[in-house]
């Protein structure tokens, strides 16, 4: 199993800069792939950016070259680095740790952090 805890949420003017942060404990060898996913209000949740156990990355367009998917084993925390932020960023942010099972994977989720950008 595995816990995670999302913080560094917040409001924020368009073009300023938030990190947040997902602090994971439990089965954290097991974990494959570290993502972050965000929920806006009436929209589906997306994947915003994703991270490998082999470190390759992955990045939702719109976030493309604004938004930085970072982890640091040492201290089993991710990190998601946002920079110009939009209004349209607006969203609850999630952590999602992937976790192999051998025969299949189980997802693993935080509690959401709000992000609110205003213009």
């Known amino acids: 199993q595995v816990q995670l805890v999302e913080s560094g949420g917040g409001l924020v003017q368009a073009g300023g800069s938030l990190r947040l942060s997902c602090a994971a404990s439990?089965?954290?060898?097991?974990?494959?792939?570290w993502a972050w996913y965000r929920q806006a209000l009436g929209k589906q949740r997306e994947l915003v950016a994703d991270?490998?156990?082999?470190?390759?990355?992955n990045y939702v367009t719109s976030v493309k070259g604004r938004f930085t998917i970072s982890r640091d084993n040492a201290k089993n925390t991710m990190y998601l680095q946002m920079n110009s932020l939009k209004p349209e960023d607006t969203a609850v942010y999630y952590c999602?740790?992937?976790?192999?099972?051998?025969?299949?994977?189980?997802?693993?989720w935080g509690q959401g952090t709000q992000v609110t950008v205003s213009s």
């Open positions: 991270i490998t156990s082999g470190g390759m990355t």
């Open positions: 439990g089965s954290i060898s097991s974990i494959v792939t």
């Open positions: 999602n740790a992937r976790r192999d099972l051998g025969w299949g994977y189980n997802d693993h």
